[in-house]
């Protein structure tokens, strides 16, 4: 019914950055809330960054003034500019989205398959 798909993840240096894509696509009716989470080997997940569908913004206080969560509505899309990366960034980043389906009551979260981001010191 419903697929989110990330993408830009990759190998990068210490101090460089990436920025990360998210697109939903299938039945759905509206999204709310859409965010970005990661896991590192060994460890949970965690929030990285949510935005509102207003564009309301929260950071996790370790990303806070290196990463910027943005979204484009028309395009049900979601993007993360990561900034200043560091190797503790290393981790899976899986998408995340709230939402409703066009013919289904109720909502829904769905989640991406994930993209690796590797920064190497």
């Known amino acids: 019914q419903v697929q989110l798909v990330e993408s830009g993840g990759g190998l990068v240096q210490a101090g460089g950055s990436l920025t990360l894509s998210c697109v939903a696509s299938g039945n759905i009716g509206s999204i709310n809330g859409m965010g970005w989470y990661r896991q590192a080997p060994g460890k949970q997940r965690d929030l990285v960054a949510t935005?509102?569908?207003?564009?309301?913004?929260n950071y996790a206080d370790s990303v806070k003034g290196r990463f910027t969560i943005s979204r484009d509505n028309a395009k049900n899309t979601v993007y993360l500019q990561m900034n200043s990366l560091k190797p503790d960034d290393t981790a899976v980043y899986y998408c995340?989205?709230?939402?409703?389906?066009?013919?289904?009551?109720?909502?829904?979260?769905?989640w991406g398959p994930g993209t690796q981001v590797t920064v190497s010191s």
């Open positions: 995340n989205a709230d939402l409703t389906l066009v013919s289904v009551l109720g909502r829904f979260r769905y």
């Open positions: 935005i509102t569908s207003g564009g309301m913004t």
